[in-house]
């Protein structure tokens, strides 16, 4: 069977649109979706690095005690009290006590337990003390 000559045109434009279409969507991706993807892991993986190398994740203000710097950290056991989260955490809390603050801040460790919920402790030049906040 011999199409027309209308048929025949309208075959080829509809080809060669499907597949500029196919090419066009196959360079987005290409040159845009995949460097843009690449990147967002690279950034994604940076702030997870950094997350784990900052101070402090959490910053507070009150009225009676000026800033708060607050570390958290979890744990699944029931703690003992504040010679416990010393140890536990004896590499995070000296590393807080050795950050230079001003005088009006206060460093923080903060647990939060499975058990019982927060544990909250200041963080001092001679070790650490639970407070209520």
Known sequence: MRLSLFSRA?????VTFGLFAFLAFAAV?????????????????????L????LAHLVAWKLTRGTLLIRVVTTRRALAGASE?????????????TESVPDNYE?????????KGWHRYQVLAGGITEVEL
């Open 85 to 97: 989260v010393a140890l536990l955490w004896r590499e995070d809390i000296d590393r807080l006590r």
């Open 10 to 14: 309208l075959l080829t434009l509809v």
């Open 107 to 115: 460093v923080h460790l903060w647990v939060y337990s499975d058990r």
């Open 29 to 49: 991706v290409q040159f845009a979706l995949i460097p843009v993807a690449d990147r967002s892991t690279q950034d994604l993986t940076a702030l997870m690095l």
């Open 51 to 54: 997350a784990t190398d900052t």
